[in-house]
C-alpha cells in the first residue's frame, strides 16, 4: 500500500505540481480513506520527503556498485554511470522531475538532508575523475569538479527530452555521450593530426 | 509598471513556486491594488506565459545575432552561444528556473507557443553543427540531434549550480565547457599518439 501511494503521488505530482496536489486527491485517485495514508505517511511533506530520498538512495546504490567494481578502469566506469542514469529515465523520470523541481518544499531539515546527498553522488562522480587523472586516463587540465557539472547536465536534461521508445536506445546514447566527453568533437583533421 | 509586476513576481514564483503565489501576494509585496495588476495582465497565466516569452524570445535573438557574424567559424559560434547562455545566468537566473520548472502550468495554445520557440532555440543549435560537420570542422560521427540536447544539457544545468560571483567567471566556464566538447577529456598519452 504504502508503494501504491508513493506511486500515485508521483504521478499526481508530476502533472499538477506538488503544491497543487491535495491529500485528498490523492486517495480519491486510489479509492481509499485519508486514514489509510496518515497510516503511512505523517503528512504530504513527509511523502515527498521519501520520494526525494527512495530516488537518491537508489541512484548512489547503483553508482557505488559500479565504483566498485575492480575489474573496469576509469573511463568503463564514467560510460557504467553515465548508462545507468540513462537508464533509470524509463522507469524513473517521473521521481526524477520531481526531484528536480520540488526540492523547495521540503522543509529546512529535509533539504539538509537530500542536499547531502545529492552533494555525495556529485563527490564519487569527481572522486572517479580525479582518479582518473592521476592515473593518466583523463587530462590533467580539465578541472574535475566543472567536468562534473558539465556530465551531471548531460545526463539529468536527458529526463526532459529522452524517449527510451524512440530511434536511439539507452546503451547508444550513452555510447554517444561518453564519446563526446572523452574524444570530443572536433574533426581530427582539424586539429591538424593525420590519422 | 509592467516590468516592476514581471520583477516581483519572477522572484516569488522562483521561492514559492507559481501556483502558491497569488496576485494578493504580489501586489502586498508591491504595494499597489489589484487594479493595478489587471491593467497589464488578464491573469496570472497571462503573466506566467510574458515571463516565458520574454526569457525566450530574448536568449533566440542574442543566438541568432551570433550566428548571423561572418567573421566567425562554426568552432567559434559555438563557444560564442555557450559563453552567452552561461553569461545570462547573473541577471536571468530566476527567470531560468520559472521556464524549466513552471511551463506545465501554461494553456495549452500557450505551452504549444513557448514550446515552437524553445525548438526554434535548439534547431538553430543544431543548424550550426550541421555547418560545422559539411565544413569539416566536426566529426561527422557525432548524431547533431544528441549533441545539441547534451551542449543545452550542460549549460541548462549550471542555472542550477553555477554561481557568476564564484572563483570561475562566466569567459573561463565557457571556455571550459567549448573545450570538453571540442576535444573530450581522455588523456592524449592513452589515446596513443605522441605528441
Not at 57 to 82: A, P, V
Not at 92 to 97: C, G
Not at 122 to 150: A, V
Not at 171 to 192: H, P, Q
Request: charged share 30%; net charge neutral; glycine share 6%.
Amino acid at each position: 500500500m504504502k508503494d501504491k501511494i508513493i506511486e500515485t503521488s508521483i504521478k499526481l505530482f508530476d502533472k499538477k505540481g506538488y503544491t497543487a496536489t491535495s491529500i485528498k486527491d490523492i486517495v480519491e485517485k486510489m479509492d481509499v480513506t485519508k486514514g489509510t495514508f496518515y497510516y503511512y505517511f505523517s503528512s504530504k511533506q513527509d511523502l515527498l520527503r521519501d520520494i526525494h530520498l527512495d530516488y537518491i538512495e537508489n541512484l548512489i546504490s547503483q553508482q557505488e556498485d559500479i565504483l566498485r567494481n575492480t575489474d573496469k578502469d576509469c573511463t568503463e566506469k564514467l560510460y557504467g554511470i553515465i548508462h545507468m542514469v540513462i537508464s533509470n529515465i524509463g522507469t524513473k523520470r517521473e521521481s526524477a522531475r520531481i526531484f528536480f523541481r520540488e526540492m523547495r518544499h521540503l522543509s529546512e531539515k529535509h533539504i539538509e538532508e537530500i542536499t547531502n546527498k545529492r552533494n555525495l553522488f556529485r563527490k564519487n562522480y569527481q572522486q572517479l575523475i580525479e582518479t582518473g587523472i592521476s592515473l593518466g586516463e583523463f587530462k590533467s587540465s580539465i578541472p574535475p569538479d566543472m567536468l562534473t557539472f558539465g556530465i551531471l547536465g548531460i545526463t539529468n536534461w536527458s529526463y526532459y527530452w529522452y524517449n527510451p521508445e524512440g530511434n536511439i536506445d539507452e546503451e547508444e546514447l550513452a555510447r554517444i555521450y561518453t564519446d563526446i566527453i572523452l574524444n570530443g568533437v572536433k574533426s581530427i583533421k582539424k586539429a591538424g593530426i593525420t590519422l
